[in-house]
Structure formats: C-alpha cells, structure tokens
C-alpha cells in the first residue's frame, strides 16, 4: 500500500501525520516501512532525526536519474523505518519536470521496483498541488488529508485536492481512496465543530480526530516523532487508531475487489 498525505493548505499538520503514521504502521504491519519526503522543506526528514547535509542520496538524485531508489535509501531511520530523504534542491527538479515528457509518472516509475521490498511507503508532499505532489498522487493508493481546526482555508485546500484527485481517476481509471482526519482538535472549540461539520458536508468525514496538544510542536521541534517520545498519549494514539482503520479499510477493498 501505497500512502500519500497530501493537503495543499500548508499549516494543517501533514508532516506530523506522515512521520506519526509511518512510525505506527512500521509496529503495526508485517515487513519494513519506507517514507519518502517529497518536500523541498525536507520537514519529514528533519522530524525523523535525519541530517539531509550529511546525507549522501536524497530524492533529488532518484528524481534526475543519478541513483536508483533503491541506492537512496536510510535504513533504520528509526526503528522499523527506512526513509529517502527531501532537500531543498527538489525545488529545482520540479521546475525541471515541467519539459518532460511523462512528467507525472517520474516517483511512480522510480518507485516502482521498491514496492516489492516495502509492504508500505508514505510520502510527504509539498504543501501545493505542483508537479512533486502530483507525482505522489499518481501512484498513491489511498491519499491522507489531514484538515486543521484552527484553520477554515485548509477545508478549501481539501476541496482542491479533491477534484484533482477525481481527475487523476478519469485518467488512472480508478481513483484513489481519500481518507480524511482532524488535526488540532478541540472539540469544545466551535471552529473544531464548524469544521468537522463542513467535512461532513462534504461527505468526507474524517476517519480519525488528532487532539491539539503542545507535545506536537515540541516532538517536531526535538525531531523525535511523538508516537516514539510519548506513545501512550492521547495524540499518539490517534495515530494508532488511523493506522487501524486506514488497514481495515484497505483490506476490505482489496476483498471487494476479489469477488
């Protein structure tokens, strides 16, 4: 299964969810983990305690053809987690996709032999619907929005994603799966409730509510995931619930698809 957590809204918690996420399935699925971090930023990389300056191989290389995915690849980054690292030059590689023929299908085809070796890849995407996270949404099987409750323009930025992801489908002939979750949530708080009604609206209700909680800003500050640094609490276990229900859901499609 392939996992992109993509929002073009920036701000709503999408890297925290892909390395939370990662982090959980790794303990959770049979086989070894691998995240990919789209983004420029390299905020993914970071927050798993990864050095892009002394890293030899980033997504950059994979991208312009000097290394295979493979070659690319952290090992144990964390535990139970393997990782190709962003850097800030893929900003570059973007602008250089836009002449290529085949321009959508560059991750997909460099990632193609490694979905053999990893039960599981999670991407993290740039905050925008450019060519890198259009290149992870073309070989996503299900794309995780993260929507934040402090924050009504990142409802938007899902309606964004949406229909680009309804187009990928006329395009793929099936459209991946569009889970969505709460990031930030206080469910006293009448904006969390505006929100969590306006996804409903949409018939995109999320599978999961991540509580808001000074410990995310702190996990990410110390580049320690917080399902790693504090399991037990309620965030973390958030998390583990997505990864429940994001399994459970997968595994029921693949039945369906069988009969």
């Not at 187009?167 to 006293?188: E, S």
């Amino acid at each position: 299964m392939l996992i992109g957590c993509a929002n073009q809204k920036g701000g709503v918690g999408k890297t925290t969810t892909a390395v939370n996420l990662a982090v959980c399935l790794s303990r959770q699925a049979a086989g070894r983990l691998l995240a990919v971090d789209c983004d420029p930023q390299a905020t993914m990389t970071r927050q798993l305690g990864i050095d892009v300056r002394t890293t030899a191989l980033t997504l950059v290389d994979v991208l312009v053809g000097r290394a295979a995915a493979g070659d690319a690849v952290l090992r144990d980054a964390v535990p139970g987690v393997d990782v190709i690292a962003g850097a800030r030059e893929l900003s570059g590689v973007e602008m250089a996709l836009v002449g290529e023929i085949g321009r959508e299908r560059f991750l997909a085809d460099a990632l193609e032999p490694l979905r053999d070796t990893y039960a599981t890849i999670v991407l993290d995407t740039p905050p925008n619907l450019g060519l890198l996270t259009v290149n992870a949404l073309v070989c996503a099987d299900v794309i995780l929005a993260p929507v934040s409750c402090e924050d009504e323009a990142s409802v938007q930025g899902l309606v964004e994603l949406r229909s680009t992801v309804a187009r990928l489908g006329r395009l793929r002939g099936q459209a991946p799966t569009l889970p969505t979750l709460l990031t930030r949530w206080v469910p006293t708080r009448v904006l969390s409730q505006v929100i969590e009604q306006a996804l409903a609206d949409l018939d995109l209700a999320p599978v999961v509510k991540v509580p808001a909680r000074a410990a995310v800003g702190q996990a990410g500050a110390e580049h320690v995931p917080l399902t790693i640094s504090a399991p037990d609490g309620c965030v973390a276990m958030a998390y583990k619930q997505l990864v429940t229900r994001l399994t459970a859901a997968r595994e029921a499609e693949l039945e369906a698809a069988l009969r």
